[in-house]
């Protein structure tokens, strides 16, 4: 299912100076895995529905916030909507893609905790997996 959390092969560690340039590239593997049919999920309509009116936001191709059946927040893609049904895909974009990645560094320093509590919840360094309940 999709994810926010970033894939393993960027924190790999390594010694880099400004001026370095880098090329690598990831299998699907080392990516955002395969693609999963299993992902792929035919929800009923009327989930979607407010007033017996299909939500505005609801379009073949919308990415719509969801909640799995424990709570957590998901992504899923918006593939058809059907007379009964809209079928969504919860694979994250780049699942089964080779990645391939190029750049230049231009500065090296030492991380700080703030480096870390940007890109997830204040004060747990993002480990929270985007739920933040445990972060308040």
Do not use: W
């Not at 909640?67 to 780049?94: C, L, W, Y």
């Amino acid at each position: 299912m999709r994810t926010t959390k970033t894939v393993p092969s960027f924190r790999r560690p390594r010694k880099r100076t400004p001026g370095d340039k880098y090329a690598f590239h990831l299998t699907p593997e080392e990516g955002y895995g395969e693609r999963d049919e299993n992902y792929i999920m035919d929800l009923d309509k009327n989930m979607f529905m407010h007033n017996n009116v299909l939500m505005d936001m609801v379009k073949v191709g919308a990415q719509l916030m969801m909640q799995t059946s424990d709570g957590r927040p998901i992504a899923g893609i918006v593939r058809e909507i059907g007379d009964n049904h809209v079928k969504m895909d919860f694979n994250h974009d780049m699942a089964g893609k080779h990645l391939h990645f190029s750049g230049e560094i231009l500065d090296v320093r030492e991380s700080t905790d703030e480096d870390f509590g940007a890109g997830g919840c204040a004060g747990c360094g993002g480990s929270c997996d985007g739920g933040c309940e445990g972060c308040k």
